[in-house]
């Protein structure tokens, strides 16, 4: 699937003299398909380098995908030309009002500071907050995961004795989690950082998963449900050459920095080193793209959902019969409907009308309405339903007094519909509440 971006940044000729297909910000041809958008915050120096190397990986993936990038109001950079950032970026003020299925937060070279005097800590932190509220699924990179993890659980970084440099072999400590599904055991990862985090600062009441980590270098990636995010403290994304370019670096600079270990073959620096985890970074990115399609269908058909609720009652047909209405959304399959009906069935009831109609992209709502149920039974269905029926994401109901409400299915533990929104529509006044 294509990539969309601005026709003249550097990664947009880059990339198609490569053969990933790119698309033109701006010409309306992607609008005609789903899009993921995905706001971009690069805090790295060499922006045009970074901007390349995850619009390569974004491209490659099966999704289309709309990179928007930006920085804070009060960033400024000592190694990017103004007109670069002019020309491609946005500032927050401009795109804080937006809503984007996804954000990327690259690191940054402020490691060794404390947080609260890195120039931009205060936009950055309003960024994160907003975040939770505007963005469907965050992964933050080295310093940003770091940021992130502090900012919401006042998780602190440590230091190191000396830059954490090399490519290191990880093992996968949460196998059936979605970013990790078809990453091979002992999956090398680069590392370039001075400071770490350690799992014991972790808080064990927060929601936090570790789901891969290093004897060598440490924790690499969290998982944080509750923040809808992921902190990957190590650079998947960089290119074969990237380590090498940096070793060259800090050498010319005069800092203190060591041969980056398991890179160079036979640890000669006049030998090119290997590109052996780009398949692990294609396919950590496009694992991560699919959690961000799959929380952007139940975030917009939650908007159209609670829509559905607010739209009235069941309302009764015949005098003095208990009704409800059911809404359900299920993974386009031909299967669908008749499991449905098999599951009613199996529990003493049977619909007085069904109708089937386009769903957000790969699905289909499926509605019902049932006699004699009311909004205790009404749940108890729905949930029956989730547990059921294959490819059921969310169940929505009401009964004829307005009692309804809403139940998400996790699509990796079916049988374990996660509490939804409840909601009873006030038939005497405008008041809605939501329990």
Request: aromatic share 8%; hydrophobic share 40%.
């Amino acid at each position: 699937m294509p990539i969309i971006l601005t026709r003249n940044l550097p990664a947009y000729r880059i990339l198609r003299e490569e053969g990933v297909e790119v698309l033109q910000l701006g010409d309306g041809t992607h609008q005609q398909r789903p899009t993921l958008r995905i706001a971009f915050l690069n805090l790295m120096p060499e922006k045009a380098r970074t901007e390349t190397q995850i619009a390569r990986l974004l491209g490659e993936s099966a999704h289309r995908v709309e990179l928007t990038f930006f920085v804070p109001d009060s960033y400024r950079s000592k190694t990017t030309p103004a007109r670069h950032l002019a020309a491609f970026y946005e500032r927050w003020s401009s795109i804080r009002e937006r809503h984007f299925d996804g954000l990327i937060v690259t690191g940054a070279p402020v490691e060794t500071l404390p947080f609260e005097d890195v120039t931009y800590w205060s936009e950055l932190t309003a960024i994160l907050d907003w975040a939770r509220r505007r963005v469907g699924q965050s992964y933050y990179i080295c310093w940003a995961a770091q940021a992130a993890l502090y900012h919401y659980h006042g998780v602190p970084k440590r230091p190191l004795a000396e830059k954490m440099f090399g490519v290191f072999a990880h093992r996968i400590t949460k196998p059936d989690a979605p970013l990790m599904k078809n990453l091979d055991e002992g999956f090398r990862v680069p590392v370039s950082r001075h400071t770490e985090v350690v799992a014991a600062d972790l808080p064990p009441d927060r929601g936090l998963e570790v789901l891969a980590e290093s004897d060598e270098s440490g924790l690499c990636l969290i998982h944080d449900a509750p923040k809808q995010a992921h902190y990957m403290f190590n650079h998947l994304e960089y290119d074969a050459c990237t380590l090498a370019q940096e070793y060259q670096r800090d050498l010319r600079g005069g800092r203190p920095v060591s041969l980056p270990r398991h890179y160079f073959p036979g640890d000669d620096p006049a030998r090119s080193p290997a590109h052996g985890w780009r398949g692990c970074a294609r396919t950590l990115f496009r694992n991560w793209l699919n959690e961000v399609e799959r929380h952007s269908q139940t975030r917009n058909g939650g908007a159209e959902a609670i829509d559905w609720l607010l739209g009235g009652g069941a309302g009764p047909v015949l005098a003095g019969v208990r009704l409800a209405d059911f809404l359900i959304s299920v993974e386009d399959s031909l299967e669908a409907v008749p499991t449905i009906l098999n599951v009613l069935a199996g529990i003493g009831h049977s619909p007085m009308a069904l109708k089937v109609t386009k769903g957000n992209g790969p699905f289909r709502d499926i509605a019902l309405r049932i006699a004699e149920v009311d909004g205790a039974v009404a749940a108890r269905v729905a949930r029956k339903i989730l547990h059921e029926v294959d490819g059921a994401r969310r169940a929505s109901y009401r009964d004829t007094t307005g009692t309804g409400g809403i139940m998400v299915s996790d699509a990796r533990r079916r049988s374990k519909p996660e509490a939804g929104i409840g909601l009873h529509l006030e038939r005497q006044s405008s008041r809605r509440s939501v329990a």
